[in-house]
């Protein structure tokens, strides 16, 4: 099981930025696949970036050019860059391995942009 710590929300005003962290606790970390998800009220939960093991990313359309995804393995790490933030983006956000494991959601951050 992994276990998984969010870290790194608040509020902000549009067009401001963020970083976000994920502290992982699980051996294997570096060649699990991560992402960073985020669930709106209301709405379902979605990925909106991904990373593998070797580096490879890829983002929700309604992200890619304002978030960047990191990792640094050797510190089970998992970042996520948030730029031009919108009032979209008003989200409780986690992560988790990529698909997502049931049963190792955290609490997750709250991030919420105001306009």
Known sequence: QVQLVESG???VQAGESLTLSCAASINI??????????QAPGKQRELVAGITGGGNTNYADSVKGRFTISRDSAKKLVYLQMNSLKPEDTAVYYCNTNPARGNSWGQGTQVTVSS
């Open 29 to 38: 970390f570096r060649i699990l696949t991560m992402g960073w998800y985020r």
């Open 9 to 11: 929300g608040g509020l």
